[in-house]
């Protein structure tokens, strides 16, 4: 198939050797690349029970067929691994240049094994591939090691990092590129960080090539003006995720002070409408063809962003209202590589804690000084930090609160507020690393186009899997969240591409399958039922503000989406693949 | 009847390199921006600040006046004789766009794909024009 | 009539359904609308019928993030 480069690069860390192979072209076919075939590869070379943090661990670079063509939006990268938060299969979605870079040089994944035996850099440039010293570089934040780096090896090189909450095995700890984009949750930072990788270089100078390409050049300018830049999607463009601001805060989804309610009357002091005032510029990704990332200067914050999430979490849900303060915060996590959504549900659970006298972590709502102190303290299990980086779920094993300590897993949760979107609590529970919202975004059909009633448990289990469904293949190709393009866009993607005919169909039968593996991969490592959660906040206290006030999820409510969830799948009613399933994966 | 040109607007460049993709693409059989006849980065330098780098042809002319063998013309478009140019390298050193590139002994310099570039067709935004 | 959309007077034809004012607007059939601050559900659309002075909220977006 075209669009591949029918390589993958090996490169083992222990021995200081590298090699390629040709890429598992019947492993694509079936998962394509990204997400699904990221996930096929480590179930494939990970045995159960390997220890995260160990030399048997594996990081793993994925593309796809439509990485460095001009097929809009798809400039990400996945990285995936075992996930030091949950034990999970992790893989997450980077934005950026380094995914381009990656094809260009030749491959279309670099599989990274052992460890180095000191701190150490890896410089891809084509077929070069250098080990190289990082001893002065290690301990400094990811900014200044790109900064050096990018001195170093130029502009056209793509420099992957982790800051020091990576060196030190923080399980929130991120990959960042490009300055402001991260590979963010479930400590894939770690990873890189208990290989002693400090950062990975790549240079590529070479080509990506695909079926008929003058006729298929012609049809992606016609794609990208007709569907991806058609006037709805635009407001990504003009306004970034701030946009979701306004439609969680009507639709009763912004949580407020640790998610024990919705709805801040004080959003206009640090909404879209604010932030975009100090905006200088615009950025995207490689082959992006809208642009969401919002370069915001206020003061001495400087960023590329902040996202929807960050905002939240920065802001309402830690009592903050100061657009500067939720700014600086999102540099610092950027900075010291943490991921912003788990380093600060972390803090804003201590602040609760604090609040309702159970433990004294020093920090109460608002404290916006004390939330970045707490960010560099964490990157560092400096002080505080050292109880704080043990994340929600161990500190409040540790400490008491477990009621409120919100995450599934063992992964923080994501800033939209379930009592608001039952379907949400579902998704969340049942996402393949944990907490995540970007495996089934109920928000969409729950709130924004309020296609399903939100406060109820009625469908929502066929609801999550369509939208499962949805995400798993489009993140396999490896396409951008924020171009909302049909399967049957995609399978015409792929015919045109490759030159082999793909159908709506075969992208429903790949993202099938990307599920069932995904699950497969847990359920080796001991995850059934019993592990997809919902916090007793969410059963016991019911929402005082806003539109959805009133509302608690009963446990039969959850117990129920979750019935409906594995029956849809066909797993059994304890959410276990049956084998007739995992064989034909 | 005034000529076009390629111009660019930077203050709608996401930095998506979607020209040189479509560049390399039209012209050298793969998608290449290395090998593109335009070059637009977006960059943060040191983290702080947004810039732009820009070469695109601007017809000005220069490489037209400075072949030794005669071998460019320049009109509505660049055009580079193979027959006459050796690949002495002068056009790549005076161009002051810094566009061109001297591969396999021949001057490569934006064609303007004939009239319709495909740099402006695959730009998102509009940050690039042919005007 | 006139109505408040987003902020903004507009004139918009007697009786029109909330399916019928995304069409006139150029807007997604899917968009996520108030009607003096309360959301209506989607499969109301086809049949609610907009009155004179109504304060219309539209939000057009999709995705996560």
Same mark, same amino acid.
């Given at each position: ?8 690069l ?7 050797t ?18 699904g075939l ?16 160990s ?11 439509f990485?460095?063509?001009?097929v809009?939006?798809s400039?990400?990268l996945?990285i995936?691994?075992k996930s ?6 992790l893989?997450c979605?980077?934005?950026g240049?380094?995914a381009?870079?990656?094809k ?5 994944a ?5 460890k180095?035996d ?11 591939i250098?080990?190289k ?23 056209e ?7 020091p ?7 929130m700890s991120?990959?960042n590129s490009?300055y402001?984009?991260?590979a ?9 960080g ?13 080509g990506v090539k695909?079926n008929?390409i ?7 300018s016609?794609?990208?003006r007709?569907?991806?830049?058609s ?9 970034g995720?701030?946009a979701?601001l ?7 989804i912004?949580p407020?002070?640790?998610?024990s309610?919705t ?7 640090y ?28 003061g001495?914050a400087?960023c ?12 309402p849900?830690?009592?903050i209202?100061?657009p ?7 540099q ?7 991921d912003?959504?788990?380093a600060g549900?972390v803090?804003?659970y201590?602040?609760e804690m ?5 433990y004294?972590?020093g920090?109460?709502?608002g404290?916006k ?9 964490m990157?560092k299990k400096?002080?505080?930090g050292?109880?704080l ?6 500190l409040s ?22 009592r608001g979107?039952?379907?949400m609590?579902l998704?969340?529970?049942?996402s393949?690393r944990g907490?995540?919202h970007m495996r089934?975004?109920?928000p969409?059909?729950?709130?924004f ?5 939100p406060?109820?448990?009625?469908g ?6 369509d939208l499962?469904?949805?995400n ?6 490896i396409?951008?969240d924020f171009?909302p ?30 599920i069932h593996?995904?699950?497969a ?7 059934t039922?019993?592990d997809?959660t ?6 016991n ?6 539109p ?7 446990q ?11 029956a ?5 009613n ?12 | 009847?005034?000529?076009k040109? &390629? =111009? $660019?607007? +930077?203050?709608?460049?996401i930095?998506c390199q979607? %020209?040189?993709?479509a560049c390399s ?11 593109a006849?335009?070059?637009?980065e977006?960059y ?5 600040d &947004? =810039? $732009?780098? +820009?070469?695109?042809c601007?017809?000005?002319?220069i %490489?037209?006046k400075?072949?030794p ?5 320049v009109?509505e478009?660049?055009?580079?004789d ?25 001057a490569i ?13 695959l ?9 | 009539?006139e109505?408040?959309i987003n902020?903004k ?7 029109i359904?909330i ?10 059939k ?7 601050e ?13 009155s ?14």
């Open positions: 198939m075209l669009g591949y480069q029918n390589k993958m090996r490169i083992d860390l222990s021995n200081k590298y090699s390629t192979e040709p890429l598992n072209m019947d492993w694509a076919e079936k998962y394509i690349g990204g997400k990221a996930i096929k590869y480590l179930y494939e070379e990970l045995k159960p029970g390997t220890d995260p943090f030399e048997h661990n594996k990081l793993l670079l994925m593309t796809g067929p990485t460095g063509t001009p809009p939006c400039g990400k996945a995936a691994s030091p938060a949950t034990g999970t299969i893989d979605s980077i934005g240049h380094s381009l870079k990656i260009y040089a030749g491959y279309d670099v599989m990274f094994e052992g180095l000191k701190p150490g850099y890896i410089l891809i440039e084509d077929d070069k250098e080990f010293e990082a001893s002065d570089l290690w301990g400094k934040g990811s900014h200044e090691t790109e900064t050096i780096l990018s001195a170093e090896y130029g502009k090189a793509s420099i992957l990092s982790i800051g909450a990576g060196e030190n095995l923080v399980t991120c990959i490009d402001y984009r991260q963010g949750r479930g400590g894939i930072g770690a990873v890189m208990s290989k002693n990788v400090k950062a990975i270089v790549i240079i590529g100078t070479g695909v008929d003058e006729n298929t050049t012609k049809r992606l016609e794609i990208l007709e569907d991806t830049t006037e709805e999607n635009m407001f990504i463009y003009e306004d995720t701030t979701f306004e439609a969680c805060n009507d639709g009763g912004l407020k002070r640790n998610f309610d709805t801040d009357e004080n959003w206009t002091k909404n879209g409408e604010v932030l975009l005032q100090y905006r200088k510029g615009k950025r995207g990704c490689g082959s992006c063809g809208l642009g969401c990332g919002n370069f915001i200067k206020i001495d400087v590329e962003g902040p996202e929807y999430e960050s905002i939240a979490v920065a802001g849900n830690a009592g209202e100061d500067q303060a939720i700014v600086k915060a999102n610092v996590a950027d900075d010291v590589g943490l912003t959504i788990s549900d803090i804003i201590a602040m604090t609040e309702k006298g159970i004294d972590f920090i109460r709502f404290d000084e004390k939330y970045i102190e707490y960010l560099k303290l990157a400096e002080g505080i050292a109880d980086a043990l994340g929600v779920k161990k094993e540790k400490y008491g609160g477990e009621d409120f300590a919100m995450h599934v897993k063992g992964l923080e949760y994501p800033q939209y507020e379930p979107s039952w379907g609590s998704a969340y529970a049942v393949d907490a995540c089934a975004y109920a969409n059909d729950e709130v186009e309020a296609s399903i009633p406060y109820t448990a009625e929502k289990g066929k609801m999550v899997v499962a469904v949805y798993a293949v489009k993140f396999s190709l396409l951008c171009w393009l049909g399967m049957d866009r995609m399978a015409e993607l792929m015919t045109l591409i490759t030159g082999k005919e793909f159908t709506e169909d075969d992208m429903n039968e790949v993202a099938m399958r990307v593996i995904a699950r991969f847990n359920q080796r490592e001991g995850f039922r019993k997809d919902m916090p007793k906040r969410l059963v206290e019911a929402l005082k503000s806003g959805a006030a009133g509302q608690k999820i009963p039969e409510a959850f117990e129920k989406m979750l019935d409906d969830y594995y849809v799948l066909g797993w059994n304890d959410g276990i693949v049956p084998d007739e399933i995992l064989t034909s994966l | 009847m005034a000529v040109r &390629l =111009k $660019f607007k +930077k203050e709608n460049c930095g979607l %020209c040189m993709q693409g039209m012209h050298e059989g793969a998608y290449t921006p290395s090998k006849r335009l070059t637009i977006s943060y330098d040191k983290g702080g &947004l =810039k $732009f780098e +820009k070469h695109i601007t017809l000005c002319g %490489c037209e400075e072949c063998f005669e071998a460019i013309t009109d478009k660049v055009s580079v193979f027959d006459k140019c050796t690949g002495c390298g002068i056009c790549a050193e005076k161009c002051p766009q810094d566009v061109i590139s001297i591969r396999e002994g021949k310099i934006c064609d303007t794909c004939n009239g319709d570039p495909y740099c402006v067709k730009c998102p935004h509009g940050a690039l024009q042919y005007v | 009539m109505v408040t902020n007077k507009i004139e918009v034809p007697e009786d359904t399916s019928e004012l995304l069409k006139y607007l150029n807007l997604r899917k968009s996520a609308v108030w009607i003096n309360k959301q209506l559900l989607l499969k109301e659309y086809d049949t609610y019928k907009l004179e002075n109504e304060n219309v909220k539209i939000l057009n977006i999709i995705g996560g993030g």
